[in-house]
């Protein structure tokens, strides 16, 4: 069945620091794909998306693009603050069916002062 | 914005006790779901409702659980004889038939049963 893998956590950064959380894919057709944050004590919010191969989605100075010959959806950014401190969550969902989604084991991010 | 509500934000119960756990979709909206996440894990897939039916559910969703739509705004889950296991936080979202890569979660309700 459909399935995400992402790197395993925790994740310490410094400020201003590149990130990179890598999320791979198994999937039938042609999934969406998401990143979705969660910071501490609250749900779940939608990062960014991407719809279809080669699309890049970004938001907030985040960004990630659809690779379907490699399966894969990298969340990078380049310079992280410490209020990027959260779970990131990789996500795909069937363009088909119920659209269910889902998601990834989920990655720590600690970014320090 | 729109936004998916929940209610109630935090549930205490005891052992063997019926929860009902309640969301209010997306006024438009026509899919809807039941999310949950333990403590520290990934988010897990329940159950999707579509058309006043489940359309999908996970092996997690067994007998002591159900859903429904009692009218036209809430979308609720019932868990039947809560276990300590059940602790998690549940998420109910929704989506909009016209746009189906775009899933709208509630903020989420946190159910500790001891």
């Known amino acids: 069945g459909d399935s995400v893998t992402q790197m395993e956590g925790p994740v310490t950064l410094s400020e201003e620091a590149f990130l990179t959380i890598n999320c791979t894919y198994t999937a039938t057709g042609y999934p969406s794909l998401f990143w979705y944050v969660q910071y501490p004590g609250e749900g779940l919010q939608l990062l960014l998306k991407a719809t279809k191969a080669d699309d890049k989605g970004s938001n907030k100075g985040f960004e990630a693009t659809y690779r379907k010959e490699t399966t894969s959806f990298h969340l990078e950014k380049g310079s992280v603050q410490v209020s990027d401190s959260a779970v990131y969550f990789c996500a795909l969902s069937r363009n088909t069916g119920g659209f269910k989604t889902i998601f990834g084991a989920g990655t720590r991010l600690f970014v320090k002062a | 914005e729109p936004e998916v509500t929940q209610t109630p934000s935090h549930q205490v119960t005891q052992m063997g006790q019926e929860v009902i756990l309640r969301c209010v979709p997306i006024?438009?909206?026509?899919?809807f779901y039941w999310y949950r996440q333990i403590l520290g894990q990934k988010v897990e897939f329940l159950v999707s409702?579509?058309?006043?039916?489940?359309?999908?559910k996970s092996e997690i969703f067994d007998d002591q659980f159900s859903v429904e739509r009692p009218d036209g705004s809430n979308f609720t889950l019932k868990i039947r004889s809560t276990k300590l296991e059940d602790s998690a936080m549940y998420f109910c979202a929704s989506r909009d038939r016209g746009r189906p890569n775009t899933i709208y979660f509630g903020e989420g309700s946190w159910l500790t049963v001891v």
């Open positions: 409702f579509y058309n006043n039916e489940i359309s999908e």
């Open positions: 006024s438009n909206h026509l899919y």
